[in-house]
């Protein structure tokens, strides 16, 4: 058959004309027991609950785990990767009992709704093979499964290629156990590690051809949530189950319906084709001997070594996500060649800390040292000061140079893969900012040449007691300084990888006065004899938030707009530093904090070359006043060389205007109204574009708010109002204006925009 699907012609290569029936709890039972009887598996009695009720031939699932005379431990799969052997049974389920897993894609991207916390499991010292998803509450997983499809099909979708064949490769599943911060229920079910792609095509095919992805999306989550559902069973694990099982149900008699006639309908095929889904269900994890991760690392560590041998290698994604799987497998395979310097006990904190599974609560006892405060910042210093020892950092490069196929790894490169790491805790609070964070850590981060060198952290709750040992030359403090001080700066955008369109800019354009990478300024800012520097760094840190942005990492328009509303938290704001006050904040005339600016952090850390640079860019512009000081200059600059806001407003309409009706009017009394429409139609097109790009600024990366053909659909319109434009301008003045160049550069917008684009 063949059958239209929005603007194509799809030919459907095989559709069943029957559904694989309903199984039974006698059916589902003879799984458990075999699973829990089988000596290589390792999964709870809800995790087996979950894998027999997802399967659609239960007794088949239950030969595979029994023991036969071949083989006494079952007819499994067996896979083995770096440290562990993974056992799975290869069988059909219900696309229905599948829940989308963490989306390594877009696991990187800052997202509007935080990934759960992932937790590996262990008993008796053997790995389990389940992990634990743990979120703040159920609408938190709800909203979690909505983003994982919207975002997963606005990237990338098969829907076409499974409407006409349906899901032809195994997903790779395994069990998980949901768990909640607010107590919860918790229960277990199926998640998709590899795949998720796949499954969100599926429900696309069965969302419809005219269901874009957030209806998909919502469809799905209404499926696997029970949406409009009412079960009798007591407990949210059963009616969560039973609300699914009612949705089959009526999916059948849907299907039953559209096949009624000599040919299935098109909602009959739809039905299908995405029923149910072939898959490989992990139910068992080991570790080889003489493996050094721990237990409850095992089996979460073979799953993303499965996904990443492909991603990084092959089919791969995206920069950040790739730069995860990176350094946390050199850095398994470090702990499980056990020749590092460092004691494994060490090791394995530094990978739970890597990874997400030790919180940054918890990490202080996990380091053995109550003493260090247990926050994001603390987090990232010690992950910094961890992964960068000479002992262990040539290893780590070493083995990330050798995943990545690469020949050279400098310290650019490894911070680089140290960056989507680092901002885990703060991720999805300063989203806003996060590109050009990752920029910076792509720049060299805070990987100056003596953090990289033997140091130790020192633990302290004011960074301004480090500053006085540091003036002295204890590098411990000084490092200490650059590596908090510097991750706060980069996390809030007052240090970024300029690039020369910075270069003497003003400062609220995120101006610097001197080119330099990352690590060198601050490196140069925390120099023993650069007391501004010191104190920059440590009142960075000081005031450095995880759960918010500062205001003066915002735009100008931004900050103006965030002040009229009522509703928003008061930011936090990073100062500029003045010595002479006894507090090191600076102050204006009337007494007020100056606010921070990336100009001031890249001055401060080498006043001297600043000025010299300065002096040289004004000797190729125009004259300045001898008497007046660099820092003049440019206060001078900033308030006299920007231009006001250039938004354009409706004009005053004029006086008493004719009536439209009146078509006899000279045509300059009728141009008068058109002229008003135009300008007011292009004012409300200001004001959707600011709060596009206001929303844009509040969304994560990931989907975007418009798609790129719209973007160019709109553009093109733009670029056809301006040449009209141009057009009736050059029919009313001629051509010499342009020739003599009065009104505007000599652009011809003809030609193209004339926009200033930013990376």
């Not at 002040?563 to 507090?583: N, Q, R």
Request: with cysteine; proline share 6%; glycine share 6%.
């Amino acid at each position: 058959m063949t059958v239209p699907w929005r603007s194509e012609k799809i030919l459907i290569s095989n559709v069943e004309r029957s559904l694989p029936a309903p199984s039974t709890e006698a059916d589902r039972s003879k799984v458990v027991t075999a699973g829990l009887a089988n000596p290589i598996t390792s999964l709870p009695d809800g995790a087996w609950q979950a894998v027999a009720r997802a399967t659609t031939t239960p007794a088949s699932l239950a030969r595979q785990l029994s023991p036969t005379a071949e083989d006494p431990v079952g007819l499994l799969m067996e896979e083995n990767v770096e440290g562990a052997t993974l056992r799975s049974a290869v069988t059909r389920v219900w696309l229905s009992e599948l829940f989308p897993g963490i989306q390594p894609r877009t696991g990187m991207e800052v997202m509007e709704v935080p990934d759960p916390h992932v937790m590996g499991t262990a008993e008796n010292g053997r790995p389990r093979a389940v992990v634990q998803y743990r979120y703040k509450d159920l609408e938190h997983l709800r909203n979690h499964v909505w983003q994982t499809f919207n975002s997963t099909l606005a990237l990338n979708n098969y829907t076409t290629s499974i409407l006409a064949r349906k899901v032809t490769r195994n997903l790779i599943v395994h069990p998980v156990e949901f768990t909640f911060e607010d107590d919860t229920e918790p229960f277990h079910a199926l998640t998709v590690r590899d795949g998720i792609t796949r499954l969100a095509s599926a429900w696309s095919v069965l969302a419809g051809p005219d269901s874009g992805a957030a209806e998909t999306a919502s469809l799905a989550m209404d499926a696997l949530f029970g949406k409009g559902r009412t079960s009798p069973s007591e407990g949210l694990p059963q009616r969560l189950a039973e609300s699914r099982e009612s949705w089959r149900k009526s999916l059948a008699e849907e299907f039953a319906r559209e096949t009624s006639g000599p040919e299935p309908g098109m909602r009959a095929i739809q039905i299908a084709q995405t029923y149910v889904v072939p898959a490989q269900i992990a139910v068992g994890a080991e570790a080889h001997l003489g493996h050094l991760l721990a237990p409850e690392d095992v089996f979460d560590d073979a799953m993303r070594s499965i996904l990443a041998s492909v991603h990084v290698e092959f089919m791969q994604w995206e920069t950040a996500a790739q730069n995860v799987e990176v350094i946390t497998r050199a850095l398994k395979r470090v702990i499980h060649q056990g020749d590092a310097m460092v004691d494994q006990e060490s090791l394995q904190a530094i990978y739970g800390l890597a990874v997400g599974r030790i919180s940054p609560e918890d990490f202080p006892q996990e380091f053995g040292d109550d003493k260090i405060p247990g926050n994001a910042l603390w987090r990232g210093v010690y992950l910094v000061h961890a992964l960068t020892r000479p002992e262990l950092l040539e290893q780590l490069k070493d083995q990330a140079k050798a995943i990545k196929g690469g020949k050279r790894m400098g310290h650019k490169g490894f911070a680089e893969l140290l960056g989507p790491i680092i901002d885990l805790p703060w991720r999805s609070h300063k989203k806003a900012v996060s590109a050009q964070a990752r920029n910076a850590w792509r720049n060299g981060g805070v990987l100056t040449s003596e953090v990289t060198k033997e140091w130790e952290p020192i633990a302290t709750d004011d960074f301004s007691t480090l500053i006085a040992p540091a003036l002295a030359g204890d590098t411990h403090a000084r490092c200490t300084l650059a590596v908090a001080g510097g991750i706060a700066l980069i996390a809030d955008k007052q240090l970024t990888r300029n690039v020369g369109s910075a270069l003497m800019a003003s400062k609220d354009k995120g101006g610097v006065p001197f080119r330099a990478d990352v690590s060198q300024i601050i490196e140069d800012l925390a120099q023993h004899d650069n007391v501004p520097g010191l104190w920059t760094l440590a009142l960075a840190a000081n005031r450095f938030r995880a759960d918010q942005l500062p205001q003066n990492a915002v735009t100008l328009r931004q900050f103006i707009k965030r002040e009229h509303e009522e509703d928003e938290a008061i930011a936090y704001v990073h100062f500029k530093v003045d010595l002479s006050e006894p507090d090191k904040i600076a102050r204006n005339e009337a007494g007020l904090p100056v606010p921070l600016a990336q100009w001031d952090v890249v001055w401060t850390s080498d006043e001297k070359r600043a000025q010299e640079a300065y002096k040289a860019h004004h000797a190729r512009r125009a004259p300045w006043p001898v008497s007046a000081t660099p820092s003049q200059d440019q206060d001078q600059a900033e308030s006299g060389s920007e231009s006001p806001n250039s938004e354009v407003s409706p004009l005053p309409s004029p006086g008493a205007e004719q009536s439209p009706a009146e078509d006899l009017r000279p045509a300059a009394q009728r141009a008068v109204e058109h002229r008003r429409i135009l300008r007011q139609g292009l004012a409300t097109a200001r004001d959707s574009l600011d709060q596009l790009l206001e929303l844009d600024s509040q969304s994560g990366s990931w989907p975007p708010l418009i798609e790129v053909g719209e973007l160019d659909s709109l553009r093109e319109a733009l670029l056809n109002l301006q040449t009209d434009v141009q057009n009736l301008r050059r029919g009313i003045h001629g051509d010499e204006t342009d020739a003599a160049g009065s009104e505007d550069s000599g652009h011809d917008p003809t030609d193209g925009p004339n926009l200033h684009e930013e990376g």
